[in-house]
């Protein structure tokens, strides 16, 4: 018992460590009681994302929209990307028809990413975006991504009070949240479009060995983030590395 208390007080004391002010949650978990120690079921998990969460998203998808000034039926392209569900349809659906795009507006949903779901998503928008120049066609694509990492912080509680040996580092670190953007070809900008930021390269690479570094594991009550404490290291010196091999190149 004592032991397993010791993992709660590690994970306690990164969290006073993380310099995190605040993290928003979609729930108000202020109001918990002990009725309420329970983790919810992976069902449930994906009935609040596919309300609450392609609410979020949705919001999040209608600034982006709006500071591109452009109008929904505009978006040529939709890349999403998301960890929290994994039902089907996917949420970038739901989202589509709550922001009234267009129905031929091809979609992708990009899943079991994890932490790089957001530069894959973009990757993926730049793939894309490439693509149509190459057929002298205009690309609107709106890249969305969304997260309900509360949802599993219960079941991520439990796993670090039975875990003695493993820092379960997730609920210090992890909260909810969506963000949005849309990136545009050239044969897409028009006068009223003013380009913020320009992707000149990008890629993927995988590091040999490395599948077990980080991971989520499904279990009845949600998803547990596994992740190596090597994992950042391992990453900096792949990179380092890759960088050199195409500079020599």
């Given at each position: 018992m004592l032991s397993r208390l010791n993992s709660l007080q590690k994970l306690i004391g990164l969290n006073n460590k993380t310099n995190i002010l605040s993290r928003p949650t979609v729930f108000d978990y202020t109001q918990w009681n002990k009725e309420d120690r329970k983790p919810p079921t992976i069902d449930s998990i994906s009935r609040v994302f596919r309300t609450v969460g392609v609410d979020l998203a949705t919001s999040a998808c209608n600034k982006a929209i709006k500071e591109a000034r452009l109008a929904p039926n505009d978006i040529t392209h939709v890349v999403a990307v998301t960890c929290t569900d994994q039902g089907n349809p996917g949420y970038d659906l739901f989202v589509c028809q709550k922001l009234g795009l267009r129905p031929e507006a091809q979609r992708v949903l990009l899943q079991g990413v994890g932490c790089a779901g957001g530069l894959s998503a973009l990757r993926a928008a730049a793939d894309i975006a490439v693509a149509a120049s190459q057929k002298h066609r205009p690309a609107r694509i709106l890249v969305m991504a969304c997260e309900l990492c509360s949802l599993f912080i219960r079941a991520e509680l439990q796993a670090a009070y039975r875990d003695e040996d493993n820092l379960h580092v997730a609920p210090a670190l992890f909260s909810d949240a969506a963000?949005?953007?849309?990136?545009?070809?050239?044969?897409?900008?028009?006068?009223?479009?003013?380009?913020?930021?320009?992707?000149?390269?990008?890629?993927?690479?995988?590091?040999?060995?490395?599948?077990?570094?980080?991971?989520?594991?499904?279990?009845?009550?949600?998803?547990?983030?596994?992740?190596?404490?090597?994992?950042?290291?391992?990453?900096?010196?792949?990179?380092?590395?890759?960088?050199?091999?195409?500079?020599?190149?």
């Open positions: 963000a949005a953007l849309v990136v545009c070809n050239g044969d897409a900008l028009g006068e009223a479009q003013k380009p913020i930021f320009k992707l000149k390269e990008w890629g993927s690479m995988v590091v040999p060995d490395t599948s077990d570094y980080m991971s989520y594991d499904i279990e009845k009550n949600g998803t547990c983030w596994a992740p190596s404490f090597v994992c950042q290291s391992t990453a900096c010196r792949a990179t380092v590395a890759n960088d050199s091999i195409r500079h020599d190149s």
